[in-house]
Each structure stands twice: as C-alpha cells, then as structure tokens.
C-alpha cells in the first residue's frame, strides 16, 4: 500500500476499527478492510475479514471465503469500471474517492454477485480511507504515475488525497440508508483509521531513520541532513493529529447533549439553509459565492473549540457574505436571513459548554462532567504533554460513556508515543551531530546499537 507499515501493525489497526464499529453498530455483522496500493497498480488486497456472533460478544477473524481480493490482491485495471464486465463498488470508492451504500442490494448497480447471477449479496456500506499528499509524504510527493480510467482520464492527479484503504461494512438487511448515522459514523472512524495508520508510518520512519543514523559517520551526516530534518520539522503534524482526535471528541459529546436535550440546531443544519440562501442570491460575483460554498464546505470538516470556530465564522463566511450581499443590492429581508442564520450557526457551536444543558444531562456524574468540559475545551496552543495525559487518563472512565472513546483513547496514547519518539528522535539527532562534529559516531553507534 502507499503507506509503508509492517503486516502486524496494519493487521491490528484494521482488527481495531471493524472491531469498534461492529460494537458500536448493531444492525452491523461483518467488516472487511482492504489496502490500496501505490499508483499506478493501485492493487486491492483484503488485509482482514470479521464476523459477530449473534450475542455480540465475540468476533472470528480471517479470509475463509475464495475472492479476487485476497492475497495477492487484485489491480486497478482489473476492477476499474469497463464496458462489457460488472461495476464495482470497489472501483467507485478508489476512483472518486467516495462512499458506497448499497441499500437494496437486488437493485444496486455495482453489485457483482447479482450482475453475474451468483447469489444474493447483503446490504453494505464501503468507505475510502483518505490521507492528504502532503501529510503522507513529508519529503514531498513522489513523481507517480498515475493510472487512468476507462475513458482515459488520469485519476487523483489533481486531488490532495490518496485512498489507502477501503473499509466495507455488512449490514442486516434493510437497515442501512446513504448518509444515516451508521454511514457517518462509518466516515468519522475512517479518519481515525487513516491517522492512526500514518502515525504508525511515522513512528517506523522515525525507527529506521534511528537505526541508520548509529551506522556510521558518513551515514549518520548523511541521514541528519536528508531524511530527519524534513522528519523533525514535521513534528507539528502530530499535534495536528491530536487536535483532529480531541474534535472528535467534543463532536460526541455535543451530539450526546443535543439527543438527550432533544436540539435539532445543529451547524450542519445552519450551513445548509445558507447554502439555500446563497443559492437565491442574483449576483454576477460567481468567484466569491464559489468561494462562499467553500467556505461552507470547509467549516463542517474542522472540528474547533467554540471560540476559535466563531472567529473562523467572522473572517471566512461573515465577512464574505457582507461582500456579497453588497455587490447584490441584497434586500433586507435576505440580510435578515443570513443574519439570523449567522447567529443560530454562532450558538450551535456552544452547546458543549451550555450549562443548562449540561445540567440538564443526568447519565454522568456532576464531577466529571465538569472536569470533562474544562479539559475538552481547553486546547493549548502548542504540544502539553500533561494535558494529553489528563485527556487519556479520562476517556479510561467508563462512566463518561462517550460512543468512540475506548477508539479514541488507543489513538491519543499512539500519538503521545509517537511525540515521545520524536522528541527522543530530534535529541538523539542532536547529541549524534554533537558526536559527529567531535569525530565520535562510532562511539556514539556503539553506545546506541
């Protein structure tokens, strides 16, 4: 796969993530996990298969069934969308790098097994694994070849994402919708999958730089300046990972204040009705409502502290909408309209802190509900080591009863292991330059082989 992880390490993190969402999922029976490989072969292989018992308590794992995605797995130009062979779900999720529900699976277009006359197919949900370019390759990205479609059209070319892996999810049938909570769930969790397996690919990048860098003089010179300075000044992507996490986070706690308060105004819900509104706005300025659009489109996939997210809302849509609604001659019952949308938007994003409602909620203790909302709150302007493990420490109370957070916890403490490293990684780098200046590598190889 694009990602360079040992087979242990990736078996387990795609055991994890099944195993969470058949727990958390009980219309869920069965989770598969495939790898997409480097362009441009892009080579499907199914890493790992689980089943649920009936009572939901014990989980077989393993490739029992014959398929074209088992090892050695299967290449793109062989389930890419063709004429004259059946659609895959597959090639859908690795090209447009987009989910698939099949709903009705007697009806579904890329169901192979109905196209071909071999028997029933279940109710599935299929989600692409995505990683940013830029995060995934800290030396710049290589010069790949990328495949094309059947039209001849080169895919992820012009895109800042690569599919890693795709995870497919069996349901009973008739319990699953597009875009229902089981597949936005299903979504969230991919992310957790595509940040713990990059922090696993940084943690062997981080090893092995190690491991070269006690090897001789030359190569440890050689190393100091070519792999882990690039390493080193990308530590600031962890703390970014950890911000992601503790997003996660306040958004499941804010959604287990709005189910149990019984709020519908949600931010989702207020960008859609701007996005309504703009779609009634008579200007010429097509660049700035494109602009607005991906604005839009932006905030709902960052997951800030209130403060920060309102001061996002002040410069990047309100200012924007103020510009158009200007060059449009908006009337005044549209400036209402965004006003107040502006505004139901601004109180959305403190219903995690709103003490009524927090008082209002009576399945955690009081001390911990307070201590939780101070900490998840309170993100520091830079990696706080106590503070990540204060947060570790509490998402190991089984009273605060968050939907993710056993998933949550394994990942903050990956992350904490990975910043020790690299903490322990640029000292080393120091101490080896140190060394190196003094004419003592070979002492310093042999103190640390």
Not at 35 to 64: H, Y
């Amino acid at each position: 796969m694009s990602l360079r992880i040992n087979k242990a390490s990736l078996e387990q993190a795609c055991k994890e993530i099944i195993e969470t969402i058949l727990f958390c999922l009980p219309n869920a029976y069965k989770g598969t996990v495939y790898s997409i490989g480097s362009p441009p072969d892009m080579v499907a292989t199914r890493v790992t298969s689980g089943v649920i018992d009936e009572q939901r308590k014990n989980i077989s794992w393993g490739l029992p069934e014959s398929s074209d995605y088992n090892p050695p797995g299967k290449p793109w130009w062989q389930y890419r969308d063709e004429p004259g062979r059946p659609l895959e779900a597959m090639a859908w999720c690795v090209e447009r790098q987009k989910s698939w529900t099949a709903e009705d699976p007697e009806k579904d277009i890329r169901s192979v097994r109905v196209q071909l006359g071999g028997g029933r197919e279940d109710s599935h949900h299929m989600e692409p694994v995505l990683i940013r370019k830029h995060d995934l390759f800290l030396e710049g990205e290589p010069n790949f070849e990328y495949p094309r479609n059947y039209e001849g059209e080169v895919i992820w070319q012009d895109t800042d994402y690569m599919v890693v892996a795709v995870i497919k999810i069996h349901f009973r049938p008739g319990t699953i919708k597009m875009d229902s909570p089981e597949t936005r769930l299903i979504k969230k969790l991919s992310r957790t999958l595509g940040t713990e397996l990059l922090s696993y690919q940084l943690k062997e990048q981080s090893l092995e730089a190690m491991r070269e860098l006690a090897q001789d003089k030359v190569n440890s010179c050689n190393i100091i300046s070519d792999s882990l300075r690039n390493t080193i000044t990308k530590s600031g992507l962890i703390f970014s990972l950890i911000k992601h996490e503790l997003g996660f986070l306040r958004d499941q706690w804010e959604e287990i204040l709005r189910e149990s308060c019984h709020i519908r105004d949600t931010k989702q819900e207020s960008i859609k009705h701007l996005n309504r509104i703009l779609d009634d706005v008579t200007t010429d300025d097509r660049a700035l409502t494109q602009e607005l659009r991906e604005a839009h489109k932006k905030f709902l996939e960052l997951s800030l502290p209130p403060e920060k997210a309102e001061n996002w809302i002040k410069f990047k849509i309100e200012q924007k909408w103020e510009s158009l609604l200007n060059s449009s001659n908006g009337n005044s019952h549209l400036r209402d309209q965004v006003k107040q949308t502006l505004d139901r938007l601004r109180r959305s994003l403190y219903v995690g802190k709103d003490p009524k409602l927090i008082d209002s909620y009576h399945d955690m203790p009081d001390q911990l509900k307070q201590q939780w909302v101070d900490l998840i709150y309170r993100m520091p302007d830079q990696f706080d080591l106590m503070f990540l493990e204060k947060i570790i420490d509490i998402l190991g109370n089984p009273f605060l009863k968050l939907p993710h957070q056993d998933k949550s916890r394994k990942s903050l403490i990956h992350l904490k292991a990975l910043a020790k490293i690299m903490g322990e990684l640029e000292e080393n780098t120091n101490v080896a330059l140190r060394q190196v200046l003094n004419g003592g590598a070979m002492k310093f190889a042999r103190q640390n082989g």
